[in-house]
Each structure stands twice: as C-alpha cells, then as structure tokens.
C-alpha cells in the first residue's frame, strides 16, 4: 500500500549546481494566492510601478470589488530622505485602515527598487502596531533579489509563526496554503482517519492563528516552505516527512505519515483512505494512456518540481528528462526524491540559456517553465506547461489527482490536435 522508501539514496543523487542568468517571478508573486486564502488580511506591498505592475497582471485573469493586496509606491519622489518615505508609507496605512476596518492582519511586504531596501520594514511595522490597536502589522519580504516565486509564501508564513500562541495540546497542523476545497477534503479525511485536532497554517482568519508547541506534529503540503519549518521547529513543533500529497501514492504516504504518529490502526487507516484512493487511481488510469511514455523536461520555478515528477514518473509512466527546481530541500525532498527513477538529471540553481540548451538538445514532449520561456519553446515547435498554472490550481489530494494529470495532459492533446 505505501511506496517503498530509501531516503537515503537522496544524500547521494548527484546534482547539477547552475549559477547563472534566472527567468523566475520575485515573492510579490505569492500574494495572489495568499489573499484569497487569509479572509481578514491585507498585502501592502511597498515597492515601485514595476511592482505594482507584476501585481496587476499575475492578478489580471481575477476580478475583485475590493482586493485585498495594494502597493505603496516609494519612487524617486520620495528620495528626498527616509523620513519622507516613512511618512509616506504612515499615510498610505492611515488610509487604507481607515477605509478598511475590516482588516486585522496587514503585511508589509518589502520589494527590491532601492529606495525600499533602505526602508527598515521590521520597524515600520512595529511602529505601526502602536497606532492601531485591532490590527496586527507584520513585515517580510517579497523581494526579487531574496525570494524566487513560491519562497513569498515561506516568507509570509515564517513571519507568522512567532505570533502563534503557546499550544500544549496534542494536534497536527497542516502546513501551507492550499485551496479552501482542497483543506476540506483533508480536514475531513483526518477526522475520519482518527485525527481529532487538526489545525492550519495559515489560517482562513487572522483570529484564528493556531497554537504551536511541543505536542505539535506538522506535515507540509508545499515544499518550499523551508524557513516556516525552521521556525516552527524552533518552537518545539516536528516535522513528519512524507511524500508530497499529489496522486494516489503521493496523498496515501502523506496521510499515513501522519496516521502512523498519531497511533492509529493500519487496517481502519487503509479501511479509511481506500475509497479516495480508488477513485484517483481511477482518474489518473484515464489520463495513463495519454501521457505514459511522454517525455517531460521541468525548468526550476515553483519548487513544486520534485515531487511533480515523482507523480509524472510513478503513477503516470512519463520519462523524466530534467527536473530542475530553484532549491532543493534535501531532507523535506527525501521521500520524493528516493522514489524519483533512478539516473534522473536533477538541477538546483538556472542557467537560463545553459538550461535552453539542454530543452531544445532533448525536444521533450513537455516543458514545464515561465511565461517568459514558454513562447519561444512554443515557437520552436516544443509543447508547455506553465508553472505558474500549477500552483494556482487545486492539485493536491486525491479529488483532484485526475485534474492535476490533466494539467499535463492537455498541452499534448492540443499538440496532437495541431499535427493531424
Ligand atoms: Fe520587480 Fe523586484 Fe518589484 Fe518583484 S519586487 S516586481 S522583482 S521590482
């Protein structure tokens, strides 16, 4: 039922190590998933037009009456000295929590134009936190020259953990925002498996940050959240490594991961979790067809990479060229990477036209990458998969195994549509 594991073949996979030119979106970009997810939080970026502007379009296909992410532009304007920056950025806030009571939670998210770097955001907030009582300011940072696409979460997230209570009791907390459905499918299938106090990171609402503490067990369900895990551990909690929770043998080690802490018997564990897995298994047979055999060549953007090509390669056939990530976790990695096909070329870091040229020697079936890259390829005669798509869709679990299939699938499809 569970995948064999050695996760200790993954100390030993030879990495390739790229330092070179990146093609990957800065942190801001997190805030589009993030202020669905935290109802009563706000994203106030403080950067350039540039940041607004890459706040705009990745937001640009949603339309809100009120969205709850804004930037404070700090430009030349306000060079005249850093007490005019600070004043400004004091206004901005005056404004916005004035016409938003609602709000309990506001991020200060720092960006990269200069002008914001000499900008101490840290004491920003806690100055800020003196003037509105009801409000929780915070501060991390969303910044192109620290943070790569997914790693805004991380950051988000780590800033929240010193805010978390002392917790005592027994629980395990789900780590990373996952779509509202999809938290709901596993909140359920916990209390089912046996697991009573089942609590997430974030929250649906600021008031309802959970607790952390020694009796703390907590499973990721994204894996770039490196620096979350730190912290969380810093404050007693353990980490249960697992499998990332995408397909049917990825959401099963998952499950069990926490099963097996939590004491609960095998057979009402396998009794319980059956169902689920079946119908996955199911989903994925249909898409099977289609993509076994298929080549899939994956450019480092979303971190998500390892434990996708895990899923490509182990429950769906495909052959995996390349799988390049912008980080490799090693220990958080360890189960996916020791059920990854054995040779396959791992790569940490870009070279961006090193990495091209690798794509276009191979011609993959599939590339999954940027934006940015994905209309050249396209050009050229190479199907893509935009990475983005995949952090932004509902993947995990086993109610949406077949969807996350499909994701692949249907560039290939159309691919085959267009040479008949
Ligand atoms: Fe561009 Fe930096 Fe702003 Fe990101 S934070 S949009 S990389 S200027």
Same mark, same amino acid.
């Given at each position: ?122 004491? *920003? ?162 898409? *099977? ?49 020791? *059920? ?81």
């Amino acid at each position: 039922m569970t995948v064999a594991l050695a996760p200790e073949r993954s100390a030993e996979l030879p990495v390739l190590r790229e330092r070179g030119q990146r093609e990957v979106f800065c942190g801001l970009t997190g805030i589009i998933w993030l202020h669905r997810k935290v109802q009563d939080a706000f994203f106030l970026v403080v950067g350039s037009r540039t940041c607004a502007h890459l706040l705009q379009s990745a937001a640009g296909v949603m339309v809100f009456a009120e969205p709850r992410f804004g930037t404070a532009i700090i430009e030349e304007r306000d060079l005249a000295g850093l007490a005019d920056a600070n004043e400004e950025l004091d206004k901005v806030v005056r404004q916005l929590l004035a016409r938003r009571p609602e709000i309990k939670l506001l991020f200060l998210v720092g960006s990269c134009p200069s002008e914001v770097i000499k900008l101490d955001l840290g004491r *920003a907030a806690q100055r800020l936190n003196g003037s509105y009582p009801g409000v929780k300011i915070l501060n991390y940072s969303g910044s192109g020259i620290e943070t790569t696409f997914t790693q805004g979460e991380d950051a988000c997230l780590a800033a929240l953990v010193p805010e978390m209570r002392e917790e005592v009791a027994d629980q395990l907390l789900i780590v990373g925002s996952l779509p509202d459905v999809v938290e709901d499918q596993f909140r359920r299938l916990f209390a089912d498996i046996g697991i009573r106090r089942v609590e997430t990171l974030p929250p649906r609402r600021a008031k309802d940050l959970p607790g952390v503490g020694p009796a703390t067990r907590f499973l990721l369900a994204q894996p770039f959240l490196g620096d979350t895990a730190r912290a969380l551990e810093a404050r007693g909690a353990r980490h249960l490594p697992a499998m990332f929770p995408f397909g049917a043998e990825g959401t099963t080690a998952w499950l069990h991961a926490a099963a097996r802490e939590f004491g609960i018997d095998e057979m009402h564990f396998r009794a319980t979790v059956a169902p689920g897995r079946e119908r996955a298994k199911r989903a994925l047979a249909h898409h *099977a067809s289609r993509l076994a055999g298929k080549s899939i060549f994956f450019m480092p953007d979303s971190q998500l990479e390892v434990p996708l090509a895990r899923f490509l390669a182990a429950e769906l056939g495909m052959t995996i060229v390349e799988v390049g990530t912008p980080y490799l976790h090693r220990g958080h990695l360890a189960d996916d990477l020791a *059920a990854l096909p054995d040779g396959v070329q791992i790569s940490e870091g870009q070279d961006v036209d090193r990495q091209l040229d690798r794509v276009r020697a191979a011609r993959p079936d599939l590339t999954v990458c940027g934006l940015g890259l994905a209309n050249p390829l396209e050009r050229e005669g190479l199907s893509t998969k935009w990475a983005i798509e995949l952090v932004f869709s509902p993947v995990h679990g086993f109610e949406q195994a077949g969807d996350l299939a499909e994701l692949f699938a249907r560039p290939l499809v159309r691919r085959d549509r267009l040479t008949v």
